[in-house]
Nanobody, 123 residues
C-alpha cells in the first residue's frame, strides 16, 4: 500500500524559508511523478510544483524563482524548498503521487495523496 507523508510545515515570518518533505512508502518513489499542491481556506487546491521521474519540473507562476522541487530516490523523498515566503503562501500543502514517468497539472491525475502539512507565513 502506497503512502505519502508530508513534513516540515510551520510558522515563519515573511521572507523566511521552509523545506517540506514528502516521504513515499510502500513502493519506491522512483516510479512516481510527484506534485506539491496547496489549499488555502476558501480556495481551491492548486498545483505549486511537480517533478517527473527524470526530474523534469513544473512551477506555478506564483512561486517561480522562490520554490524549488527536487527528489532523492535513494531516500524515497521529494522536497519542496520554499524561500522568500509571503503571507499569501499560507496554506495546507499536500504532496501527491502519480504512477508513471510524467507529472500532470491536473489534480484528478494523481493517485495518492498525503495528509497535508500547514504552512503559515506571518506578515
Amino acid at each position: 500500500q502506497v503512502q505519502l507523508v508530508e513534513s516540515g510545515g510551520g510558522l515563519v515570518p515573511a521572507g523566511g524559508s521552509l523545506r517540506l518533505s514528502c516521504g513515499v512508502s510502500g513502493e519506491t518513489n522512483r516510479y512516481f511523478a510527484i506534485g506539491w499542491y496547496r489549499q488555502a481556506p476558501g480556495k481551491q487546491r492548486e498545483l505549486v510544483a511537480a517533478i517527473s521521474t527524470a526530474s523534469n519540473t513544473f512551477y506555478a507562476d506564483s512561486v517561480k524563482d522562490r520554490f524549488t522541487i527536487s527528489r532523492d530516490n535513494a531516500k524515497n523523498t521529494v522536497y519542496l524548498q520554499m524561500n522568500s515566503l509571503k503571507p499569501e503562501d499560507t496554506a495546507v500543502y499536500y504532496c501527491a503521487g502519480r504512477r508513471g514517468s510524467h507529472y500532470s497539472t491536473l489534480l484528478g491525475d494523481y493517485d495518492y495523496w498525503g495528509q497535508g502539512t500547514q504552512v503559515t507565513v506571518s506578515s
